[in-house]
């Protein structure tokens, strides 16, 4: 008779709880800024190049998003434009920069 390879048992409850804990990290995530300090929001969209914003759609991923840094990481063809937000403690939080393109007649 063929013993059960204990690792084998142990698969399928593996799998049904880390799709539990991955399917439960976004939810978590999803806090707009309008619910954070300035600080938080400058912290969280640093760390994961995107913030959240209410709109009447319900809640939207801005993205991507970059921290202040002395070089910016925009093409030459694009601007670095300055996202600010109101948070809970600041009216005008600069979150952080999207790059935009530049308009096509910049460059004649």
């Given at each position: 008779m063929a013993r059960k390879d204990p690792i084998m048992t142990r698969i399928p409850k593996l799998?049904?709880?880390?799709?539990?804990?991955i399917g439960s990290v976004p939810a978590a995530a999803q806090t707009p800024v309008d619910q954070m300090t300035c600080a938080q929001?400058?912290?969280?969209?640093?760390?994961?190049h995107r913030y959240y914003k209410r709109t009447s759609f319900g809640i939207v991923p801005i993205m991507p998003v970059f921290?202040?840094?002395?070089?910016?990481?925009?093409?030459w063809t694009e601007w670095a434009v300055p996202q600010v937000e109101r948070t809970r403690d600041n009216?005008?939080?600069?979150?952080?920069?999207?790059?935009?393109?530049?308009?096509?007649?910049?460059?004649?």
């Open positions: 799998i049904v709880l880390a799709a539990a804990a929001a400058v912290r969280s969209a640093a760390m994961s921290p202040f840094t002395p070089r910016t990481t925009c093409l009216p005008a939080c600069a979150i952080g920069y999207k790059c935009e393109e530049r308009d096509p007649e910049w460059f004649r």
